[in-house]
């Protein structure tokens, strides 16, 4: 998704950490000294060991998974934040993506192991020189409506995401697209200007969803109505109160959905989600506070489901300021950061430590060894080789409305102090970070992530590539573009490993980002929720399968 | 008086235009605009795309002008659409206007029904036990932020004991109990430091007009202390009191920013904090001239009281 929102968790500022300790000390878990000890160490230098990320178990959900699902219920879910509006084509906001995902279709959809599986599109098939997609949609599905979905309304659909007058801010999301044609009522023919093996993904994505046209041109646009062919339709949206769905029974998945009404409720504030969830007010919620996962855990009540999310936590550095200029400034830094002490500051210790961007086992990553601890002598010597042998003074810029990004800027800053470099911070609330960072590019370090993605070709391109707009940093070395030209071009996916896997190796030479950590992300459910399975993108499109086992 | 109204009334035009210039210049001031939160940190979007995204919300035109456009729309009555979620400003507000006014008059309530009857014990009982445990209850109060009250109510009350619902709004006319429930903790923390400071302003006023010679002149005279107590100490103490009561009120339309958050509820507090933070432009710009509005109406009925119970203020 193309929206950057960290873990999504957005406290209201300074009170996170706090009420973490103020809380274990009401649950008996910390005396007051441990508590003092422990914010001392989320706020100032941290020297110690990492904690190894606890997995979370599943194995009680399996035997339940045998059981027959029973339809009906209300299943009540806890939000993380108000959508605000539903036109994802007209705003990039997981909020929004996470109530139209319900609502809405796609061509194509992401499963829980992250493939891209047929929605909409009953299957297709792809050219040889990659240029030419033909769906083939499945025929009789029908539209909240009433009526038929057809090529056209795909066609149309897709179009308006990319038609200037739209000017959506996701309209990059199909910039390869030189064409859609509706050959026939089932068939969508989609002709690309290059090769894009990220296409299929992209298609998933909240912006592409297939609506009804006729919707537009009554209302306008999305914003305040949801028609589509997916398993819930909408009934009402309350701002920062709740969203109503009910059941599509005519939705071309049977048996799904199972559940007769879902009510998202908006629980924006962390101690307020969780409290919900073991009070009863909701069945489930998203975006699981970091400080929450252990005490979650031990609650009988309550099962959690998650893991890694393909979002990385980096420092960027500006690659076209002094003294950043000089590599081996960027190794001295790469080398004086010490990453579990960062986790465990920013996460609790819920998050993996990694050196490249792609986390271990993705089918593009570089096969690493967990990264190894600082070395500040070294780090010293190549600041010294490089002109500073007292280190120099700089700034980190970093996201104010984000705890756990906040934090990890104040740990990465007492961090550089070791090797002589004084960071001014800067911590800017979330509107400025964007203009400040992404659009002026006007920083020296900066402490932040990417959204989450599917296609590792995305990442990759929308960061490293010369002269793109997301190269916030600056970077550019024509090796990188060539294999990213290659990655793009090829659709054998060992190929394309392999030119990624190439890109990491020069980007850990380069040094452009510091990466940090992978994040981790969890739903946390009553144990009568069955049928739900985590999707690493983040989204909950699973509900569709959920059923509660409490009737 | 008729004519101090008036007088009362035209000053509100040049406060509200310079409150609207402020306002304007105040929120474009801050980096970044409405497009950084539509675009999110999808860097891949490129220049001409980012420019057509920045026309569509009219931001492409010079301040001067979007100032004079927004300024003809709000004389006209019409605050214009959201950036954010596209619905009517006005509409919005209705929704969310009750939501408010029912937080802060409970929370008033609260504050008036709690403090006043132990500030005027304590200022009778001067340095006794009681006056003693008012006093460290104003400071805890003073000094406890509402947002970390907050915080304690919903785990104590929702997540030990399981009683109230931290989040799930209704309306009142819905389902009145739950409407109860829902508003409970967050009018309590909101009520927090209002309480304190009414509290110990009441002790204070007590206490001043127990020591006026009248009130000596009154117990002399052989009146009981009960009628002593009330139209002579109260009725004199109840001026600064009620001064109080009216500047606290916009301290307290201030709290519901944070309380709103964390309760989930839908008042003007939490929509004027989502748009600042997507730099929503023409609702904050609206809301705030609404709220300042609101603002001086509400000083400007304090004002009326005053003079109600002050005959020396009535006679001017």
Redesign the interface.
Known sequence: M????PAGTKP?RG?DA??FY??QI?AGKLTRRDAMKRTAVAGAAVIGTMAAAPAISSAWRTSAQDATPVAGGTFRM?MQS?P??L?TQ????TAAWHVVEHIYSNLTTIMPDMSVAPDLAESWEISEDGITYTFHLHQGVLFHNGREVTANDVKVSLERLID?AT??????DL?SVASIEAADDYTVVITLSAADAALLSSLANSSCLIFPPEVIEEHG?L??VAIGSGPFKFVEY?????IKLERNADYFVQPLPYLDEVEL?????D??????L?????DFIEYVPAQDIETLQTNEDIVLTGNAISQIRMIGINVTREPFTDVRVRQAISMAVDRGPIIEAALFGFGTPTDVVLAQGHWAALERPEPPGPDIEGAKALLAEAGFPDGFETTITGWA?YGFLSNTAIVVQEQLKQIGIEAEMNL?????????V???KDFDLAVTG??GYVDPG?VF???FRTG?????VGYSNPEVDELLAQGAASTDQEERAAAYRRVQEILLEDLPWVNLYIGQQYEAMKTFVMGYQHIPTGSNRMVREVWLNNQ | MGRYLIRRMLLLIPVLFGVSLLVFALIHAIPGDITNFVIGTDTRISEEQRELVKKSYGLDQPLPVQYAKWMGHVLQGDLGTSFRTRRDIWDELSLRLPVTAQLAVMAAAFAILLAIPIGVLAAIKRNSRIDYAATIGTLIGISLPNFLLATILVLIFSYHLKWLPPIGYVPFREDPVGNLKVMLMPSVSLALPLTAVLMRYTRSAVLEALSHDHVRVARAKGLAGRTVMSRHVLRNASIPIITVVGIQFATLLGGTVIIETIFGLPGIGRYIYESISTRDYPVVQGVTLVMATIFVLISLVVDILYAFMDPRLRHR
Not at chain 1, 468 to 472: A, K, M, P, V
């Open positions: 193309s929206s950057f929102d209201a009170q706090f009420e103020f809380r009401l806890g108000d605000g509006a036109d007209l705003q990039s906001l200037p000017a959506s801010p996701s309209a990059s910039a646009d914003s305040q309350i701002p920062n109160t709740h409720l908006i629980a924006a504030n101690t307020a989600r969780t409290a919900a073991v009070q009863g007010t909701v409305e800017l609330d979330s509107g400025s970070m964007g203009q400040v992404y659009v002026d990417t959204s995305a391109v929308e960061n793109e707009g997301g190269n916030f």
